[in-house]
Each structure stands twice: as C-alpha cells, then as structure tokens.
C-alpha cells in the first residue's frame, strides 16, 4: 500500500500500455459500466500509488517526448483485472483495466494506443498525469533524449527509481538523480550500472553514446569473423549444452589485444554513424565483434532475416525503421529480451523476448576473445550433445 502523498510527484504517473479489443471487453467487460462517448477502456501497467475511483488527471503525453503534452481531463471511472472483479480503485503495484473518461473528447494520443487482449503485449507508451507532475518532470529531466532519458524509460518499465539503483550500485542517490535528470554519466558510474541493467557493461557504454573502454571492447577484429561458425553448432544445443560451453567460455583466461586484420579482410562493424533504434541496435551489434557480414550471417542463422550485409549498413545508417519483427531478431542476438531493448532503444516492442539461455548470451560472451580462443569455444560447442 502507498498513497500518493508518499510518492515523489514525478512517479505520479499511469502508464498505458494499450486500449482493450472486443475479447477483452466481452471477457472482463462485465465488471465496468458501458462506455459513453469520450470514454476508452486501457490497459495500465503497475500503478505508482492506491488510485481512488473519481481520480482526475489534467494532461497526457507520449513517454518518447514528454514535451508533446495534451491537456485534457481524465477520470478514473471504474477498474477491474484478471478475475474480472470490480475494484474500488487502481491498487499499488497492480496492472489493472481501467475505465477512463476524457474530457472534452479521447485524444488522438489515445486513440492512437494499439488494441490487445491482456497485458504485457505491448510497452506502456502513454503517461497520464497532473500538470504538476508534468511540470516537476519536466523541471527535473529537461526534456532531454541523452542516457537519462534510456534510464528513465527503464526505471518506469521495471518499476524501480534512484534510491534503488543506487543501492545496486553503491553510488549515491544524488549522484544517481543527476544522470536520470540529463547529466553527464561518469565512466565509473556506467560501468556499475552494468548489474542494475542486466546488461554488459560495454553495452552501457554504447546506450550513452560514450566510447567502449579498452578493457571492455573486443580484442581481436578477426575473431568475429567466427562468430557464424559458432552459432551454427549452438542453435542446435540445449540450454544446459549452452550454459555448458557459456562455463567454458568463462574458465579461459583474458588475453592482450590482436593487432587488427590484414588490409581487405572483414573486421568489426564500423561505429553506426545514424541516429535512432536502428543505429543504436547495430552499435550494440558491434559491441559483439560482429562485422557487417558477420552480422548477416549471424541473423540468418539465429532468426532466418537473409538480409544482405550492406542492408545492415543502411539499418546502421538509419536509413530502415525497426518493426517490432526486426527488434525481435536483434534480441535474439543480443541476448536480451524484446521488451527490455524496445525500452532501452525507444523501439516497438517484439512479443516474444530471447530465451533465458540462448546463443544470444554466448554470442556477448566471446566478444573478447581471440580467433584462436574461438575456435577452442567451437570445437566445445561441436563436442556437445544436440
């Protein structure tokens, strides 16, 4: 239980994930009243606070640009959930159906919201909130789309704030505030938010747009070349044969940097120089040793996208917009689940995450090898059981 007096007023926020379909509404319909005109039935992720019913917002605004404010009443008219059980308001923490009612009319923000029948199918894209939280948002972050804007998305997606990364990472919670505000993230701070992200730490590096340090970028551009090879022994293990040879990657010892490849061989991809999700996806994919061939090949392998390498050129250039089905196949090899990456790239989520253990793991731990430590990693993964 939290009421809103205890919640910083910038986390006074709903979350819309989407407007329920017909399923839905026919299968948990019956706990809300019928529609009026100006009225939409969303669906809300975990609640900041206990919302009581007859609770009225001021303003709504796209999470990917808080300065494209609506101002528009809203009301908290009814809410229900899974059991379809009528709620005498929006509980803590909960993900809830929720009746709301706009005021003069639904705007376009929201009727713009996808469909679905059940939670989690899509990322909550629609903030709705008082003017003064707004304006503490806005006062606080600055309306800027750096890092602190990544680490915002992420805060609100699991659900967690500055107290709690700082405790993660040790560092002081001011300090934390700073960079979710739009201040400059310190190398030592990145490298600490690794953990609290689930993500490498070189990754972190890449989302802040700062340069990967030597000690965290890959050893030896000829290395990636061999990438495919090993994804094709690993597609056909099981999870524990992956976790087995992921065991064996970890026991090799760190080596000293490879002189690059011999003038016209393939090295890594190079730096994406594009703006938006795509150019950020194939930084990451370069975090991996993976050259623009190697990259093709490894999709083909992992997902079946038989894109050419200079089409993975123009994604890195910015030049293809990333569909939900493209953000999946960068999960998969990546080895981090769809929703966690649309959050951290500002992309539309895929359905499906990557599995637990996968060869998009595997495929982020053998970036700092060298071609000879590859082939030791392939003759293991080939030595497994399929």
């Known amino acids: 239980m939290r009421t809103e007096e205890a919640t910083p007023e910038t986390e006074r926020v709903l979350y819309v994930e989407s407007r329920a379909d017909a399923r839905v509404l026919a299968d948990l319909g019956t706990a809300l009243p019928p529609r009026a005109a100006g009225e939409e039935v969303l669906f809300l992720s975990f609640a900041y606070a206990d919302v009581p019913l007859g609770r009225r917002y001021e303003c709504c605004f796209p999470r990917a640009d808080e300065r494209d404010v609506t101002w528009v009443t809203a009301t908290v008219v009814a809410v229900t959930q899974q059991f379809g059980k009528p709620f005498t308001g929006i509980p803590h923490g909960w993900k809830t159906l929720a009746l709301l009612r706009f005021e003069p009319e639904v705007p376009e923000l929201v009727r713009a919201l996808p469909t679905a029948s059940a939670w989690y199918e899509h990322p909550a894209t629609v903030h709705i909130a008082d003017r003064a939280t707004w304006e503490a948002r806005r006062r606080e972050y600055g309306g800027d789309d750096g890092f602190g804007a ?36 310190s190398p030592s701070l990145l490298r600490r938010l690794g953990p609290a992200l689930g993500l ?13 340090p030597d000690d965290l970028a890959p050893l030896d551009p000829r290395a990636g070349r061999l990438v495919p090879d090993l994804v094709r022994h690993a597609v056909e293990l099981s ?59 490894t999709f083909a392998l992992l997902t079946g996208r038989y894109w050419s390498p200079a089409t993975y050129g123009v994604v890195a250039r910015g030049g293809i917009e990333v569909t939900a089905d493209l953000l999946a ?24 995450p990557a599995p637990a253990t996968g060869p998009g793991e595997l495929i982020s731990d053998v970036r700092r090898l060298t071609a000879d430590r590859m082939r030791q990693v392939i003759e293991a993964a080939r030595a497994q059981p399929s």
Do not use: Y
């Not at 967690?160 to 505000?181: C, H, I, K, Y």
């Not at 970890?250 to 938006?276: D, F, H, I, W, Y």
């Not at 196949?329 to 989520?349: N, Q």
């Open 329 to 352: 196949d960068f999960a998969a090899v990546l080895g981090v689940p769809a929703p966690d990456l649309a959050v951290l790239c500002g992309a539309p989520a895929g359905e499906a």
């Open 239 to 297: 999870p524990d044969g992956i976790r087995a040879v992921r065991g064996f990657v970890a026991s090799l010892p760190q080596e000293k940097p490879v002189a690059g490849p011999p003038e016209g061989a393939a090295g890594p991809a190079p730096r994406a120089a594009g703006t938006g999700p795509g150019a950020l996806l194939m930084r990451l994919v370069g975090n991996r040793n993976l050259g623009l061939t190697a990259t093709a090949k």
């Open 200 to 212: 490498p730490a070189a990754d972190v590096f890449v989302l802040a747009g700062q340069e990967v």
């Open 150 to 185: 990544v680490l915002r998305r992420w805060t609100e997606h699991r659900r967690t704030d500055s107290g709690a990364l700082s405790r993660q990472t040790g560092l002081p919670e001011e300090r934390v505030r700073g960079v979710l505000g739009g201040g400059p993230a």
